[in-house]
């Protein structure tokens, strides 16, 4: 039987944020430079994409590029903004027919402008698109955002705007670029390795985390529906004991 006839309807995670990690390693299996690996990535985005907003999540989160991913080997960086710019372009039409709105999270401003245009493009065109919102984290880093916020929070406490007891956990969210988004319910981080990478550290607090050996390239929507099938057997508690997380019992 198919992970999909296992899902269950109405417990479909709302959030969902994956760390698509492996596509060297899947070009280096077939014998092919680094960018090919790429290149078949974007193929398992569009598919996961599609799946995604058929099923009904509200958001996907996808690790695209890190602020650490900016010191790789320049080539393979001009390449992967070169294949962003060709991937946004040949997408536009398909986010626009399953209703699928693009957003941004990370420092847009180290991009190149070609790349930083034709997505902003792609932000506004999709912006009143009601359905499955897909949150690409681009030259993202937890760390830059919580700096990014920290020193937010300094100016506006100088400016006399803000008081120490004012910064609740709600309003520190509001700091982080994720200020309008749910956190995640579900991490999927591919191509077994078992690390955050600096995402989402806040975010993540009590996310379900979900690791899987298979890479990126080969990770299908059988593999996806798979990952939603074990989050919806597992037991969120959030610091409760279990009988007060039971159906019905929510104290
Ligand atoms: C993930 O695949 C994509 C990006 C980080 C851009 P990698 O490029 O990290 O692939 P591996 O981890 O080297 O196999
Ligand atoms: C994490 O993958 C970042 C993205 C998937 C964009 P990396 O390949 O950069 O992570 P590390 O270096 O193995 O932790
Ligand atoms: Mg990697």
Known sequence: MSYKDQIIKDRIPEHVAIIMDGNGRWAKQHGLQRMFGHQQGVKTVH???????????RFLTL?????????????????????LVDTIKKET?????????L????????????TREKFEQCLADTAGNTGLNLVLALSYSSR??????????????????????????????????TATMPDPDLL?????EYRISNFLLWQLAYAELYFTDCLWPDFTVEHFYE???DYQHRERRFGKISEQ????NRL
Request: glycine share 6%; hydrophobic share 40%.
């Open 245 to 248: 997380v039971k159906e019905g």
């Open 63 to 83: 690790y695209a590029f890190s602020t650490e991913n900016w010191n790789r080997p320049k080539e393979e960086v001009d390449a992967l903004m070169a294949l």
């Open 93 to 101: 039409p398909t986010l626009m027919k399953n209703n699928v709105r």
């Open 227 to 229: 990952a939603i099938v």
């Open 47 to 57: 598919e996961i994409t599609t799946v995604a907003a058929e099923l009904g999540i």
């Open 188 to 192: 999927i981080r591919t191509s077994g």
């Open 144 to 177: 830059w955002e919580l700096t990014r916020a920290f020193q937010q929070v300094a100016e506006n406490a100088k400016k006399g705007m803000l008081k120490p007891d004012e910064i609740t956990e709600q309003a520190v969210a509001q700091y982080l670029t």
């Open 103 to 114: 957003l941004t999270i990370g420092d847009l401003s180290r991009l190149p402008s070609a």
